[in-house]
Every structure is written in structure tokens, then in C-alpha cells.
């Protein structure tokens, strides 16, 4: 298998691709749909072994420019994780932070937290998966006041997506061994709650690790069409299954067959209901294109605290910015990204959490999924000077 890139460059480039790549089923990377495809817009694509054949060649035909961002699949899957069977990753004590981690390994790590940080972690669970999973959270600060603002932070809505997943588990890391030393981490612990959820696509990601590593949606069955899953990021009840989704069940974009379908889904919006005068902010990490998201990402129109969310995002941009020199595309989620409804982020802002933005972690595309382990630590380091630099933001008022 190889994964290609395209950037179509005429109206017929964009037809020929749709029409092809829909023909084909093939895995698009970016966008996530066959309808995003654009002129001017970047299309990376996982070409299967046996449609490489035909693929390749009709598009020298059509005379459309493609690039081979990976041309041995297999090989990047095996390098991405290195010599992982002969590596200690047990101990919970010298937990690996650098490396990417089983569901039942973050699970083995959360109960570990629990146990061993009982003043600043309390480990619960919001519901159970379609395949019977806890669906567990993370609930981080300082027990100071009856009272807190808190912040929602969530993980691996998309199984394959393994740098979302790596990411909250840094986050806990260097809020536990920080709070101490770092007067900024312990403001956030002291004034505010956090809610983390490591893995919310419990069922998706174990199958990315046991079955299939480019697997996306959730497990849930579906009868007529022998298809699994839904995209737990298309089946929210906020202008649900509009543009930007799919009506079939095969389809990467599956809305599901009613909002809230998804076990996953609902569990976390009911918790989120339940606590939506204390939510004060939303953070969801998904991969890759290094973006900064905010609402809408179902039309183009301008948020009503645009001016405090806009400020927030520009600040936490140039944070990230000055770690390493990385630079992150920020803005509304529709014009920014594309189009989609469903999505977390604006039901979470719909819902009256003012805050609500979507992280699209490294790379751009030359690494795609497969971002290795060794891009952890930087990956993880930038995105911490966001995430702090908005939490920061939302504990002064913004006007």
C-alpha cells in the first residue's frame, strides 16, 4: 500500500478525483470525505496494493500531478513503533510517555494515577462502549473549593489518530510533576477542574492496534450494510447528518442512524449536559494538519464571542509557535478545515460552553497517521504552551 498526495488544480481535476476515488473506496486521509476534495486543496489518500494498479495509471491519464508522500505502508506501520516487543512498557512507575501505548496499557495507567495521586486525581467512568468498554475520565485539580470552573479535554475520537491519545497522557504527566515547581500549573489545579479523556473511542482505537491501524469510526454494528461504525465526530445533535456527513453506513463519515447513536457519544454528552454551567472550556485533539480550530464547523458564520476565542486562539498559536518554530493554521473550523456538522466542538459551544476548539496535532501529511515516536516529546511540549496559554486566558475575563 502507498499513500499519495494530490492537489487538484482545475474544476475537472476535482470531478475526476471525487468520481475516482469514490469509485475505488479507497482510504482518504485528507479530507475525510471525497466531497471535501477542493481545488487548490491538498487530498492525501491510502492507495490499497491491488487499486495502485489501476489508480496510479488513470491518473497519469488524466494527466493529474500526484506525489508519493509513503510508498511502503507496511514498513512506516513497522517503524512507527519501533522494536516494541522487547521494550519494558509495564512499569507504571517508568512509564513511557514517548512512546504510543494499548488501550488496556492507558487503562493499567489511569487506575495507577488513581491509586498513587489520590489528592490531585479522581478516576471515573461516564458510561460503557458498544463493545462494553469503561469509557473512563480523568478528573484532575486541586480539591480547594466546594465549586470549580473546569475544563473538558478529550482524546482518539478517531481511532487512528494515536498522537490525540499520547497528548492527554502528557497532559496528566506534566500537570502532576509540575504542580509543585510551576506556578502557572498550580494556578490552573488550584482555580480549575479538569476532566480528561484519554481514549473516547475506546472500541476504534483497541481495533487500530489489533486489526486495523488506519481504522477511524466507532464499532458499532450495522445490520443492513455489514459496516462497522460511525464517526463519533459526525453524531452529535447539532445540524446532525447535514453537510459535510454521510448517509452510508460504509462511509468513513457515517452520521449514524440518529444523533447520539453512538454509545460513546452519548455518555460523554450527557456528562457534559449534566456539568454545563461548570464547563467553562472544550478541547479536542485529532490529527493531522497543524490547526487550531474553533465553531462553527457546520456554516460560515462569525461565533458571538468571536473577539475572545479569536484572541485565544491567535495567543495559543504563537505559544506553540515558540517552542520549535512550528506553525499552526488557526480559525473558524468551516473555512479554516471544511465543512462538517455533528461535530463535538460546536455541540459542546451550542451547549454553552464558551470555549470550544479542535486540535489538529502534527504533521502535514509526511507522516500522516503515522507520526513517530520519536515526535512525541515535541509534538506533546508545543501543544502544552497552547493548552496552557488558553486555560490561562479563560481564568482572566474577557470582554
Not at 49 to 68: G, V
Not at 163 to 179: D, N, S
Request: glycine share 4%; aromatic share 14%.
Amino acid at each position: 500500500d502507498k499513500v499519495i498526495r494530490v492537489v487538484p488544480e482545475s474544476e475537472r481535476e476535482t470531478q475526476i478525483l471525487r468520481a475516482a476515488f469514490n469509485r475505488l473506496k479507497v482510504d482518504l486521509w485528507q479530507p475525510s470525505s471525497p466531497l471535501h476534495i477542493a481545488e487548490g486543496a491538498v487530498a492525501d489518500v491510502r492507495v490499497p496494493q491491488n487499486a495502485t494498479r489501476s489508480l496510479l495509471p488513470y491518473l497519469q491519464q488524466a494527466n493529474i500531478q500526484y506525489t508519493i508522500l509513503i510508498s511502503d505502508l507496511q514498513q512506516a506501520i513497522e517503524n512507527q513503533t519501533g522494536g516494541r516487543s522487547h521494550r519494558n512498557r509495564r512499569s507504571l512507575s517508568g512509564y513511557n510517555y514517548e512512546v504510543y501505548h494499548s488501550l488496556e496499557e492507558i487503562e493499567d495507567w489511569m487506575h495507577y494515577l488513581n491509586r498513587t495521586y489520590s489528592d490531585l486525581v479522581h478516576m471515573f467512568s461516564v458510561g460503557k462502549s458498544y463493545e462494553g468498554r469503561p469509557l473512563y475520565v480523568l478528573k484532575l485539580g486541586k480539591r480547594s473549593r466546594p465549586y470549580k470552573k473546569a475544563v473538558w479535554i478529550d482524546c482518539g475520537i478517531h481511532a487512528r489518530e494515536w498522537i490525540g491519545p499520547a497528548f492527554c497522557q502528557w497532559f496528566v504527566k506534566e500537570a502532576l510533576q509540575t504542580y509543585q515547581t510551576d506556578p502557572d500549573m498550580r494556578k490552573m489545579l488550584t482555580q480549575l477542574y479538569f476532566y480528561i479523556m484519554p481514549v473516547f473511542n475506546v472500541d476504534g482505537y483497541h481495533f487500530s492496534w489489533t486489526n486495523d491501524r488506519f481504522w477511524r469510526k466507532t464499532r458499532s454494528k450495522n445490520m443492513r450494510f455489514h459496516c462497522h461504525g460511525v464517526d463519533a465526530n459526525r453524531n452529535w445533535k447539532v445540524k446532525w447528518c447535514d453537510e459535510g456527513a454521510s448517509l452510508h453506513p460504509c462511509d468513513d463519515t457515517y452520521c449514524g442512524p440518529f444523533p447520539e447513536s453512538e454509545p460513546e457519544v452519548k455518555a460523554v454528552a450527557h456528562f457534559l449536559r449534566k456539568h454545563r454551567k461548570q464547563i467553562k472550556a472544550y478541547l479536542s485533539f485529532h490529527a493531522y494538519a497543524q490547526m487550531l480550530l474553533y465553531p462553527y464547523s457546520y456554516k460560515y458564520a462569525t461565533i458571538p464571542n468571536f473577539n475572545c476565542v479569536e484572541s485565544a486562539a491567535y495567543n495559543a498559536v504563537n505559544a506553540l509557535q515558540s517552542a520549535y518554530g512550528v506553525r499552526y493554521r488557526y480559525g473558524p473550523a468551516s473555512s479554516t478545515l471544511y465543512v462538517s456538522s455533528g461535530s463535538s466542538m460546536d455541540w459542546a459551544y451550542k451547549n454553552g460552553i464558551p470555549y470550544a476548539f479542535a486540535f489538529e496535532l502534527r504533521d502535514t501529511g509526511h507522516f500522516g497517521f503515522l507520526l513517530p515516536e520519536t515526535l512525541i516529546k515535541p509534538t506533546c511540549t508545543e501543544t502544552m504552551l497552547a493548552v496552557k496559554n488558553i486555560t490561562l486566558h479563560l481564568l482572566k475575563k474577557c470582554h
